[in-house]
């Protein structure tokens, strides 16, 4: 890799100020720091440090991924590809331009957000559908309140609730590629319940072998994901175990009290419920920081997903309660802080 | 008592449990500074002859803690920069404790306790006091309420108590002894970790021979045997009286009251990755840093880097240190960073330890790393993402203290915790983001303690 080294080390001073390109740094640093690392050393005590850092955190999250997307491409062929390329592509202009006008680094959690949003929408989705909504996301949901870390809502979600509110009928009705074939359907597994109250089998559902947004149909791979998640500490388990729980709990209280409310596991292993949990609604930034915020947010996040499959005319609720408490995350932590530091203050 | 946090950084280096005595050096530099002391006022003249045991220059704003001579010779004053040097240095066998020296008197009501007192602080044993919320030296003439004696162990790499307290148990209950006497009928906690190693047994049986000891037992991680996490623990607020020793401070304490003489030698761990030969030596203050056996010399092109005490919390050996400093417990040497890692996060790391399951290594037993002085990744924006709420002992939250912290409102760090940290470092160790918790912490303490001084000198 001296060549590489070498050669990055020639391109130097065209970034530097007063360079061809002085402009391009966070680009040319970005590419520099991706292949290797600063050789910074520890400023202050203490001298040593965890290997972790934030690429390879991230790239915990691109890994754990991994099995949606591999189902996503055999069920939904090369066009899932051609979505990712997008997403990444006009994703990746928004946030180096934001770099550029920041005069800071990119920053990785970029690489997660770009892979996230494609995988949560219908196979058919034109391309340049995704490329509106990627850029909404890393926009709106990003960039405006100040990059990766300060961001109040998930920009994946963002880039989809806008593209649902924005064009609705690609997003909704007959847009759904059953998996490995070209039918489409309009019966994805929750509008099937809602419309007609049929349920899938629960096989069908965790093979995947039903209708659904790319990466949400593989239930079972979506799961070993979520679980190498939480063993690696990059997710936290309070939430999925809380989020789950809920939707559980109501499920089965509320599926005694009327029919229009799906039955437990049915709930569980339908729509995009365990791909919001396992890879939405644990990003630590939108999720709030104290652990028995955690657990509220979870709670709440289920009883809103459930009422919303239940009672609006969308099948599907994740993604809205999801960022519905998002919203409410501020408030979440800051209450939970006022009782733990009640005393500290009285 | 619950314990929660705390983590064991597996670094490699760890000092053989075997004493080396290190043959005498004729030249003998004594930083004039050390962590906490700063020996301003000098009390010889260059060129003048020194006894051993002499003392040479005091502490005036630490209750006149002395520099003692370790040896007898010749002193000079300019020879070195920030040093005193002592020449033709040799052992002669007659030390004694320095009696002319004026140093503070002890109250006439501390009667006998008072006179013991006085001949620690002569003897230099007081430097080894703390107090546990401030770090500072407390007062040696305020009786405590209560002593806490803690082995302290577990960073990498400090003495091990087996080796501090080989044939020297006898010192070790008498400097207990004393300490019983000092703080009247208040308790004498002793940390004491888990296992059966020599120096848990010696701890065992100095507990067993002074029924009065409140033990405490605490986990075998980093940082429980620390004075201050205990200090909280036990319930002490921050309202002084408290005293904190390690076991270095008992034994020489034990060896100056039994036999009259200054305690000169000490036992220094020296380790880290790239020490030849990593162990405990046992030499005097000011002996040379390039005579130390096994520490490399850096070069420009490796260089390494000195560190007076332990890798998390060790304080950096400035360049022109050239001896050994009053305070050094332990000497860490580490490699520092001169290599730029290629594709580190797609690595697997079978050889990378990582507080988190994110690296293949995970799946190994236990091993040890030859970690550098590498920060590992580039400094980005706090994810709370929560790994340093996970691994700090204080049971404080340093990302949320951080915001604040970050956004200069001292006040609501203060209220959520910022005086609870026991600066051991671990949330720095931990962040992905690396963020600098532990030294941001450290200036919002300073800040903070300034800005009450400042109000209560205005009130």
């Known amino acids: 890799m001296k060549w590489l080294l070498d050669l990055l080390e020639k391109m130097r001073p065209l970034f530097e100020e007063r360079g061809k390109f002085a402009l391009l740094k966070p680009i040319f640093e970005t590419a520099e720091n991706i292949f290797f690392y ?144 070209d039918a489409i359907t309009a019966a994805t597994p929750m509008a099937q319940f809602m419309t007609r109250q049929e349920m899938i089998p629960l096989m069908d559902l965790l093979l995947g072998k039903t209708g659904g947004s790319i990466g949400e149909t593989f239930h079972l791979g979506i799961i070993i994901g979520g679980l190498y998640l939480m063993y690696t500490k990059v997710a936290d388990w309070r939430i999925p175990l809380s989020y789950l729980g809920s939707v559980f709990v109501f499920a089965l209280v509320g599926n005694m009290v009327t029919p229009r409310i799906a039955p437990p596991l049915f709930q569980l292993l339908g729509g995009g419920l365990l791909f919001g949990v396992m890879f939405m609604a644990t990003d630590p930034v939108t999720s709030p920081f104290t652990r028995s915020g955690k657990y509220v947010f979870g709670v709440l996040c289920g009883l809103l997903t459930v009422l919303i499959r239940a009672f609006s005319i969308y099948p599907e609720g994740v993604m809205f309660s999801i960022v519905i408490m998002n919203a409410f995350v501020p408030m979440i932590d800051h209450v939970v802080l006022g009782l733990k530091y009640r005393e500290a203050t009285a | 008592m619950k314990f929660k946090g705390g983590y064991n950084v597996a670094l490699k280096g760890k000092p053989a449990p075997r004493v080396q005595d290190l043959p005498e050096s004729e030249v003998l530099y004594l930083p004039l500074r050390s962590l906490r002391f700063n020996f301003t006022k000098l009390c010889v003249a260059d060129g003048q002859d020194v006894a051993q045991g002499q003392v040479l220059a005091q502490d005036p704003d630490n209750h006149s803690v002395p520099l003692l001579a370790p040896r007898a010779g010749t002193a000079r004053i300019e020879s070195e920069a920030g040093h005193l040097v002592i020449e033709k240095a040799h052992d002669s066998q007659e030390a004694c404790v320095d ?175 790239c020490v030849t030969e990593p162990c405990h030596v046992k030499t005097v203050v000011g002996y040379p840093l390039s005579q130390i056996p096994g520490v490399p010399e850096g070069t420009e092109s490796a260089p390494v880097r000195l560190i007076n005490g332990g890798a998390l919390t060790g304080a950096v050996a400035p360049r022109d240190q050239r001896g050994l400093s009053a305070e050094c417990r332990a000497l860490t040497v580490l490699a520092e960073n001169t290599k730029r890692e290629v594709l580190a996060f797609a690595d697997p790391g079978f050889g990378k330890h990582a507080f988190t399951h994110t690296f293949m290594s995970a799946l190994r037993p236990a091993f040890l790393e030859r970690y550098t002085t590498a920060v590992r990744g580039e400094g980005r924006p706090c994810l709370s993402c929560a790994a340093c709420e996970d691994v700090c002992p204080a049971g404080i939250m340093p990302h949320l203290i951080h915001r604040y912290v970050n956004k200069k409102r001292l006040t609501e760090a203060a209220r959520f915790g910022l005086g609870l940290c026991v600066e051991c470092g671990l949330c720095s160790y931990v962040c992905p983001s690396k963020i600098e918790h532990r030294h941001e912490f450290l200036e919002a303490k300073e800040t903070l303690r300034l800005e009450r001084q400042a109000e209560e000198e205005h009130a």
């Open chain 2, 99 to 273: 009696t002319s020296t004026e140093f503070p008197a002890p109250p006439p009501e501390l009667g006998e306790t008072g006179a013991r007192l006085d001949t620690l602080l002569r003897a230099g044993v007081w430097q080894y006091m703390a107090d546990p919320f401030t770090g500072g030296l407390p007062d040696p003439y305020v009786l405590p309420r209560a002593v806490i004696v803690s082995p302290s162990c577990s960073e990498p790499f400090v003495p091990d108590p087996g080796v501090l307290l080989k044939d020297r148990g006898d010192a070790f209950i008498r400097g207990l002894e004393f300490l019983h006497t000092a703080s009247g009928d208040g308790p004498i906690h002793l940390l004491l970790p888990p296992g059966n190693s020599k120096g848990v047994l010696e701890l065992r049986n100095a507990a067993g021979q002074c029924p009065w000891l409140a033990l405490l037992e605490i986990p075998a991680a980093y940082p429980f045997d620390n004075a201050h996490l205990a200090a909280q623990r036990l319930g002490y607020g921050n309202g002084g009286r408290v005293w904190a020793i390690g076991l270095e401070g008992v034994i020489a304490a034990g060896l100056v009251l039994g036999s009259d003489k200054p305690c000169l030698e000490r036992i220094v761990a020296v380790g880290g990755p």
């Open chain 1, 38 to 181: 600063p050789s910074t050393c520890t400023p202050h005590a203490p001298h040593v440090r965890d290997p972790l850092d934030i690429k390879r955190f991230m790239g915990v999250v691109l890994v754990a991924m991994m099995p949606c997307i591999a189902a996503a491409f055999y069920s939904f062929g090369i066009r899932v590809l051609w979505m990712i390329l997008v997403s990444y592509v006009v994703g990746g202009i928004c946030e180096v331009t934001f770099a550029i006008v920041r005069k800071g680094e990119v920053h990785e959690g970029f690489f997660v957000t770009g892979l996230i949003f494609p995988l949560t929408l219908p196979p058919t989705t034109p391309l340049w559908v995704v490329g509106v909504g990627i850029l909404a996301g890393t926009f709106f949901g990003k960039e405006v309140f100040g990059g990766t870390g300060k961001n109040i809502f998930n920009p994946a979600l963002v880039g989809r609730l806008f593209v649902t509110i924005a064009f609705p009928t690609m997003m909704s009705g007959a847009v759904w590629q059953l998996p490995c074939t």
